[in-house]
């Protein structure tokens, strides 16, 4: 495995914990959701981080791998930043 593929892999990982978090909470401040939505959200939202970075370390090409890392960098930035 290439370096830049466990580099990109890991930033999207730091910033993808932090997305399925933003994620939790939001669903968490809805009036009347209950803890298991939140928790059923921040399984589907840990379950699609995991497949995208499987995917990236292992089959998709250099372009898409950093465009990906580029934009959960700039979402979470934004998200930090608003919040």
Known sequence: MEAWRI???SLLA???IVLVLVTMA????RKG???GQVALSGAIALTVLVLIGVLCATVFPAW????????VGVI???LVLVS
């Open 26 to 29: 939001q669903v968490r401040d």
């Open 14 to 16: 730091a910033g993808g």
């Open 64 to 71: 898409l791998v950093w465009g990906i890392v580029v934009a």
């Open 76 to 78: 979470v930035s934004v």
């Open 7 to 9: 580099i990109a892999t």
């Open 33 to 35: 959701s209950t803890s």
